[in-house]
């Protein structure tokens, strides 16, 4: 148990559909990131959240769209995706992103492996 | 912008070897510094850490020291086990930013 809990673990969808990917964390964290996982590619940040409010996206399609409700919730909405899209999409979350002259580890969900058909 | 060089795998060892996974890094300023294990169908969990020059993190027979001279966060551990088989990301941020990561290296360790 790693504080940070994704759903759905494995996703299967084709390309007109609409669907969400989950995550939450317990641990009192600020600062919550979407991550993605291709086979042979290195990890891709997608997206920050520091305090609910958006700070980074890395020139991410806008079929995916990320939504923050409160420091404990992320989700990322997902619509018309292509089969390239298909990885492993992971959550994290760290304390905060306030810049004290210190930083601190990421903790990730177990990831929700995605499938588009 | 900052950025992480870790060595492209993947590495095979017979159990009871000795492990090194070299990790470079390019930064501004002072970075923090980890390293990362994911294991088969699962997320990333934090295997060390360490936060400023000379610092040594370590966990589970696992050690990397933070080299500033040479840039480097270099992975060791002196007796890998068939438990150690798994995917291993060197990585680094600095307050205010998320973390990047390097490619990672698999390593697979045969009884």
């Known amino acids: 148990e790693t504080g940070v809990t994704q759903t759905p673990r494995h996703l299967v969808m084709g390309m007109t559909n609409k669907k969400s990917l989950k995550c939450e964390q317990h641990?009192?964290?600020?600062?919550m990131y979407w991550y993605k996982q291709s086979a042979k590619k290195p990890l891709e940040l997608m997206f920050v959240?520091?305090?609910?409010?958006?700070?980074e996206n890395n020139s991410v399609p806008s079929r995916f769209s990320p939504e923050c409700p409160n420091s404990s919730h992320l989700f990322l909405h997902l619509h018309t995706l292509q089969p390239e899209d298909s990885a492993l999409y992971l959550c994290?979350?760290?304390?905060?992103?306030?810049?004290?002259?210190?930083?601190?580890?990421?903790?990730f969900g177990q990831g929700t492996r995605l499938t588009v058909v | 912008g900052d950025s992480v060089t870790q060595m492209e795998g993947p590495v095979t060892l017979s159990e009871e070897a000795f492990l090194t996974i070299n990790c470079t890094y390019t930064?501004?300023?002072?970075?923090?510094l980890f390293w990362y294990v994911q294991y088969p169908g699962e997320g990333l969990q934090l295997l060390l850490k360490?936060?400023?020059?000379?610092d040594k993190g370590s966990n589970k027979g696992f050690e990397a020291t933070y080299r500033k001279e040479t840039t480097s966060f270099h992975l060791e551990k002196g007796s890998v086990q068939v438990s150690d088989s798994a995917v291993y990301f060197c990585?680094?941020?600095?307050?205010?930013?998320?973390?990047?990561f390097g490619k990672g290296t698999t390593l697979s360790v045969s009884s």
């Open positions: 959240y520091n305090f609910k409010e958006q700070t």
């Open positions: 641990l009192g964290h600020n600062a």
């Open positions: 990585a680094l941020n600095q307050a205010g930013t998320a973390l990047i």
């Open positions: 994290a979350s760290s304390q905060d992103l306030v810049d004290r002259g210190r930083s601190t580890e990421a903790f």
């Open positions: 930064a501004t300023g002072y970075p923090s």
């Open positions: 360490a936060t400023k020059a000379d």
